[in-house]
């Protein structure tokens, strides 16, 4: 099948089984490299990205489901206001250790605060229980999200 | 650094960059000890005792620096060239960071594993960088026709104070790179109060590129004309192919290529017998697997169950010690007459690794030639492993380290290396991406191996512990020998401490493939002798903290290691590390809250000393940690603190999965029960601990932190469940049973 999907800001038409996943259309067909596949299950939240502004795990999502469908992914996020400000909180207090599921926080983070501006720490492990960070950079995303929502200044040196 | 390798002879060579400037290469002798400091290395290809540092300044003041070790997210690709960068003291904002390809000849020994990286190189790359300062130097002396002693340096700035000249490193760095290299011996390193960067919060040299999704990581390898790989193998470990059937699998859609492959027989360090499937996209190809119809020969697995594991362990207690590793003082007469005897039994599964990417490599194959990316903590080991499966020689390969999505040991081992090989050389001239399911992931790990201890304690009339007994049960691989990451430590504490002591060992036969994960042997060590420490320490009326201070007492020695691996332990920086974490957590206040409590445990390894405490609480069979005190010495220095502190908090969430998650693998007939994130948990957000590290900086170099700060977690956890509930956790992963 054929499909025009309209992938951060952009038209890309993509010959794929209606039963691929996103991911694969990203990654594999389109080059999207920067969503990551952890999982193929839903349950890493390593290959997240938006669909209609809704955090989605893109190893779950048929590419035949997106007709119309505006996505943004990890490439693009950063055009954003909120994505913006969580890539700056993300570097300020150096969130990462490997990196590798970092897109896919960012991407859920991202989600979070387009519809909780101003997230409690419940709201915000609640939002972010589907992402695994294998090395555990659990405080620190907590952190550079509130930091983003501008609801902790810049924490210096985290503790 | 080991002191040893300081006086041996290093060489310094220079020569002009290509568009001018000084390129500096620096060759420092290894001491054998550090190319042998861990399990990682016995798999690695023999290294030169040589390391080679790669400085280049440009003439607009870029500092490049190679750096040679594997990332897995330990941060060493930002804490090495710190160290090349303060000596040469420029500004961190001048440096650019160039990745090393695999070249164990040039560089030394490249493993990320052990925690062995910064120990190893917190000496060369200083004088790396001070070498570079003394030619810049030097160049500018000659220009201005000064003496070199009256010239300073900063912020990558040459200064005059006399004649009020001055220079930018760039503007001389051609001159410089005319110059004979100065004698390593002459060059004076900075005084640790003098460090600009080192010491200081840097962000990771990845980070930026991180944040902003782009393709560094091995599975972002993209080739033109690349074919994408999924291998089957063997559901049971070691199974061998019989027969493939392939024709569905090769009509499906996208699908280039099905290709039976018939390995060399050796599953651990070879190429599994297994069916490649190659489309051109790789959900496609993985789709394509499904349509295989493969018959395998389970039989060598036949037997190899958890049940049956732990049946032989429990008769292999009753059997007794199979082989005595450790003897001091007189254990049976001493046991027999003390005044108390404590005894228990502790065990612990199997568990994976589980790094976020799941395995993968690229490789192209082409007149002979094999071109490698690859996402590994021991690329020589890869090698290795290539030139003996698939006898293609190590000239023949070039193989480029990617950054690693997580590695926690798990790619130490290079099975994914020689299968992407095996399937590139299958199809020459194609580039192919071979890339692991979740499922392959956990069911191919090299996983770190259950274990059994039978422990007995003896108490004296004095109530002092004096006899300390372990028989453990433990994997045998099939060379007879213990189990990759299976063995025993002789050195484990107490040994040493306490004057009569055995340590013995009796070996099970597994076809499964262990190897090490974070903290080898420590992480799994730890929680049983220091859980049953706590319970030695609560039958002679007092607590662990209290004990270990007790054995520890007296003047500050060095115990040297029973088995003359690894550094000796300095009772010193033991005893500082625990009074100081007693201090932090306020151990004398008992939380007041029923069913809360605090559980302290200690450890030491991988040259670090950490001790730890948890307080948890306990609701029916629900557990909750709310906060973890650490106390943490490895050394003078914290080379980058802010890396220093995501490694620690890390590793004590790693640890409190392996106790709470359920984190457990287990077998039937050689299959492995466990397939993805559900039935193998890690670590969530919503169960974070407050965490607070305290540093005890000694004398000593400084030392690696991937590891050293997990260990204790465990104990101190179930210590704490312990008098939250006057129940023992004595096995892992912990189960309680409601209240």
């Known amino acids: ?159 | 650094m080991l002191p040893e390798a300081i006086n041996r002879r290093t060489l310094l060579k220079t020569s002009l960059l290509a568009g001018g400037g000084l390129a500096l290469e620096v060759f420092i002798p290894l001491p054998v000890r550090a190319l042998a400091a861990n399990g990682a290395a016995a798999d690695a290809a023999p290294a030169p005792a040589t390391l080679s540092v790669f400085v280049s300044i440009a003439p607009d003041g870029i500092v490049t620096i190679v750096s040679k070790n594997p990332e897995i997210g330990q941060g060493i690709k930002t804490s090495l060239p710190m160290m090349i960068a303060d000596e040469l003291d420029c500004e961190w904002s001048q440096v650019r960071i160039d990745q090393a390809d695999a070249d164990a000849k040039r560089y030394g020994p490249q493993v990320a594993g052990g925690s062995t990286a910064t120990p190893t190189n917190w000496l060369p790359m200083r004088q790396a960088g001070a070498a570079a300062r003394a030619m810049l130097v030097q160049a500018a002396a000659a220009q201005w026709n000064v003496s070199a002693d009256e010239i300073t340096t900063s912020k990558g700035r040459i200064y005059h104070a006399t004649s009020g000249r001055s220079s930018s490193y760039g503007e001389v760095a051609s001159k410089a790179a005319v110059l004979a290299a100065p004698d390593v011996s002459s060059l004076r390193l900075k005084n640790p109060e003098q460090f600009t960067i080192i010491g200081q919060s840097v962000v990771g040299i990845d980070s930026p590129k991180i944040v902003k999704g782009k393709p560094i990581f091995g599975i972002d390898t993209r080739l033109p004309g690349m074919l994408y790989a999924v291998y089957e193998v063997a559901p049971a470990q070691g199974g061998r192919l019989v027969s493939a059937g392939v024709e569905a699998a090769r009509k499906s859609p996208g699908v280039r290529h099905v290709i039976p492959l018939t390995g060399n027989g050796d599953a651990d360090q070879g190429l599994a017998d297994g069916v490649a499937v190659l489309a051109t996209n790789w959900w496609l190809a993985n789709q394509a697997r499904k349509r295989l119809a493969v018959k395998w020969d389970l039989a060598a697995a036949q037997g190899h169950t958890s049940e049956a594991y732990q049946e032989k362990a429990e008769a292999a207690f009753v059997a007794g010690i199979g082989e005595e590793l450790r003897r001091d003082g007189d254990p049976t007469e001493h046991m027999a007459n003390a005044a108390r005897r404590i005894k228990a039994r502790y065990q612990y599964p199997f568990i994976a690794h589980a790094p976020m990417e799941p395995q993968n490599c690229t490789a192209v194959y082409e007149g002979g030639k094999l071109e490698i990316w690859a996402p590994t903590q021991a690329p020589g080991g890869g090698l290795t492993m290539i030139q003996k499966s698939l006898g293609i020689g190590t000239d023949n390969i070039t193989l480029h380290l990617t950054r690693m999505g997580g590695g926690f040991g798990r790619r130490l081992m290079n099975d994914f290396m020689v299968q992407a090989a095996a399937i590139a050389k299958a199809v020459p001239g194609t580039p192919i991406k071979l890339l692991w399911s979740r499922e392959d992931d956990m069911r191919r790990d090299y996983y770190r191996p259950g274990g059994w201890h039978d422990f007995e304690a003896g108490i004296d009339a004095n109530g002092k512990l004096s006899v300390f007994t372990d028989h453990f049960v433990t994997f045998q691989g099939s060379d007879g020998k213990a189990a990759r990451a299976a063995d025993m430590n002789l050195s484990m504490i107490p040994a040493g401490l306490v004057q009569h002591l055995r340590y013995g060992r009796s070996m099970l036969p597994t076809v499964v493939r262990t190897g090490p994960l974070r903290a080898p042997g420590s992480n799994a060590l730890c929680f049983a002798s220091q859980s049953f420490l706590d319970e030695v320490a609560v039958a002679a009326g007092t607590d662990l903290p209290a004990l270990m201070l007790s054995m520890l007492e007296g003047e500050r020695r060095e115990i040297a290691p029973r088995d003359g691996r690894g550094p000796p332990f300095d009772t010193g920086r033991a005893r500082d590390v625990i009074q100081k974490v007693l201090q932090t957590s306020d151990w004398p206040r008992k939380p007041q809250q029923a069913g809360r409590a605090k559980g302290f445990a200690f450890y030491f390894c991988h040259q670090g000393y950490f001790a730890e405490v948890v307080e948890a609480s306990v609701t029916g069979a629900t557990i909750a940690v709310h906060k973890v005190w650490v106390a943490g010495d490895v050394g003078s220095q914290i080379v980058n603190p802010m890396g220093a502190e995501n490694q620690v908090k890390g590793a004590i969430i790693d640890g409190l999965a392996q106790a709470l998650a359920g984190q457990e693998i287990g077998f039937v007939d050689g299959v492995v029960q466990q397939s993805n994130l559900h039935d193998f948990q890690l670590a969530r957000i919503q169960s974070t601990p407050q965490i607070e590290i305290a540093w005890v900086k000694s004398d000593k170099p400084p030392t690696g932190l991937g590891e050293p700060a997990l260990p204790p977690v465990i104990p101190a956890l179930s210590n704490a469940i312990f008098v939250a509930t006057g129940t023992r956790v004595r096995s892992l992963p912990v189960r309680l049973k409601s209240a």
């Open chain 1, 1 to 159: 099948m054929k499909y025009k999907l309209h992938i951060n800001e952009r038209v890309h038409e993509v010959e794929a089984p209606a039963d691929m996943p996103l991911l694969w259309v990203l990654r594999d067909e389109l080059g999207l490299v920067g969503t990551k596949f952890g999982c193929g299950a839903g349950l890493c939240g390593a290959c997240t990205v938006h669909v209609n502004g809704a955090a989605q795990r893109s190893c779950q999502t048929p590419v035949g489901s997106l007709r119309n469908a505006r996505i943004t992914t990890i490439e693009h996020i950063g055009e954003t206001p909120v994505g913006a400000r969580l890539q700056e909180a993300w570097l300020k207090v150096d969130v990462m250790q490997c990196g590798y599921c970092q897109a896919g926080q960012i991407m859920s983070a991202a989600a979070l605060l387009g519809h909780t501006p101003r997230p409690s720490l419940d709201q915000i492990n609640s939002a972010m229980a589907g992402n695994v960070c294998r090395c555990a950079c659990y405080n620190r995303i907590q952190t550079a999200i509130q930091m983003a929502a501008g609801m902790q200044e810049d924490p210096s040196h985290v503790a």
